[in-house]
C-alpha cells in the first residue's frame, strides 16, 4: 500500500496483500476513463435533506446566511440583489433569472443594495407550505397585494442542501466559495430552463412538491458543476488539470474505479507508461500532491462511506482497504478525516437511531 513516509521507487504492501509482478511496461487500459470518472461523478451527484424558501422582499433589505455545513442556493425569480461572500469586499450584482451555488455553505450577505444594515435570515418570518419548503417574507407578499403601486417585490427561491460527495472530494474542495450560474448558463442552456421550472414548483405549491423539487436540485447542481468543469477548461489548475490530462487522467480513473486496490507506485507508472520518478514528479506537479497521499484520501472517502452509511466495522474496513491492522487504518483516518473512525460510526449510529 502507498503510504506518505514512502519513496517512489519503493512502497511496503500489506502482510495480507498479493503479491504483485514487478511493472515492466504499461498495464492494460482500466475500464474507467478520465471522461468517464467525471461522468460518473455527476451522474452520482445527490442532494440531501434539501430545503427550500421562497423568500418575498421589499427594498430597502439585506439578508445575513450565516456559514452552515450545507450547500446554498440562490435563485433570483424577480426583481434583483447584490451578493457578498465571507472573506470578501466586493458585492456581484444577481439580476433576475440569474443564480449562485455556495458548495461549502459559506456566510454571505445578499441585499437590495450594497452595505445595508443586514438580518439574519432566520429573524425574517416563514410560513411552511410544505414538508421543507418555505415562505419567507409573507408579510412582503401581502403588503404588495395591498399597494400595488408601491416599491416591488424581490423574489428569491433559495435551497440549503447536502452533496452525497464526500467534503474530502477533490471535485468538491476545488470548487470555488460561490458559482454563478448566470455565466454558466452561456454554455448549458438547460439551467435557467430547470431554475425557472423550479421556482414555478414552489409558487404553485402541489402535491409531492418537495420530491419534484429534490429531483430537479439533481439535476441543476449537476448542470452547473459540470458548466463549471468545462468553463475551466482552458486555465483548470489540479485535479480537473488532472482528470483532463490524457496520461495522469487514467491514472487517477483507475485509483477511483479501484480503492480497496493496493496501488503502488511501479503499478501507476505503469498506467502512466513512465518511469517511477517521472510518474511521481509528473503527478505531484499536476494534482498538487504526492500519489502516496492522494490514494491515502481515495481510500479514506471509501472508508468514511462503508462506516458511515453502511455501519461498517472498522476491522472490516481496514481489511478490505489492505490495511495490516487495525490501528495503522485508524491513524491514517484521523489523520486524513480529521475524527478517529470508531467515533465516526458512533455518531453515525447515533444519528440512525
Known amino acids: 500500500m502507498l503510504d506518505e513516509s514512502s519513496s517512489a521507487a519503493a512502497v511496503q504492501a500489506p502482510r495480507h496483500a498479493p503479491v504483485h509482478v514487478p511493472v515492466t511496461g504499461p498495464l492494460p487500459p482500466t475500464p474507467l476513463k478520465p471522461a468517464d470518472l467525471l461522468t460518473q461523478i455527476l451522474l452520482g451527484l445527490r442532494l440531501e435533506g434539501v430545503e427550500y424558501g421562497r423568500c418575498l422582499l421589499r427594498a430597502p433589505w439585506a439578508v445575513a446566511f450565516p456559514a452552515r455545513a450545507e450547500a446554498r442556493f440562490h435563485f433570483v425569480a424577480r426583481g434583483g440583489c447584490w451578493l457578498k461572500t465571507a472573506g470578501s469586499a466586493e458585492w456581484v450584482r444577481l439580476n433576475a433569472g440569474d443564480a449562485v451555488l455556495l458548495p461549502r455553505g459559506s456566510a454571505h450577505v445578499l441585499a437590495s443594495a450594497p452595505d445595508l444594515p443586514t438580518v439574519e435570515i432566520d429573524s425574517l418570518s416563514r410560513r411552511a407550505v410544505a414538508d421543507d419548503i418555505y ?92 458548466a463549471w468543469v468545462e468553463c475551466a477548461c482552458n486555465d483548470a489548475s489540479g485535479w480537473i488539470a488532472a482528470v483532463q490530462c490524457p496520461s495522469i487522467g487514467k491514472v487517477i480513473a483507475a485509483i477511483h474505479a479501484e480503492p480497496e486496490r493496493d496501488w503502488r507506485v511501479p ?44 455501519g461498517m466495522r472498522v476491522a472490516v474496513a481496514a481489511d478490505r482497504l489492505g490495511y495490516d491492522s487495525e490501528a495503522s487504518f485508524s491513524r491514517a483516518f484521523k489523520r486524513i478525516v480529521g475524527q478517529p473512525p470508531g467515533a465516526l460510526r458512533r455518531s453515525a449510529a447515533s444519528a440512525a437511531t
Open 135 to 226: 415562505l419567507v417574507g409573507a408579510e412582503a407578499e401581502a403588503a404588495a397585494k395591498a399597494m400595488p403601486s408601491a416599491e416591488p417585490v424581490d423574489v428569491m427561491f433559495c435551497g440549503a442542501m447536502r452533496f452525497n460527495l464526500d467534503p474530502l472530494h477533490p471535485l468538491l474542495a476545488m470548487m470555488p466559495d460561490a458559482m454563478r450560474a448566470n455565466d454558466l448558463a452561456r454554455r448549458d442552456p438547460t439551467v435557467p430552463a430547470l431554475l425557472e421550472a423550479m421556482e414555478r414548483e414552489v409558487a404553485m405549491d402541489r402535491i409531492g412538491a418537495c420530491g419534484i423539487l429534490a429531483r430537479m436540485a439533481d439535476v441543476l447542481a449537476a448542470s452547473i458543476i459540470r
Open 267 to 310: 503499478e501507476l507508472a505503469g498506467l502512466m507508461g513512465a518511469s517511477r520518478s517521472r510518474f511521481a514528479e509528473a503527478f505531484t506537479r499536476t494534482v498538487g500532491e504526492s500519489p502516496a497521499r492522494y490514494v491515502a484520501k481515495v481510500k479514506m472517502f471509501q472508508a468514511r462511506r462503508w462506516i458511515a452509511q453502511e
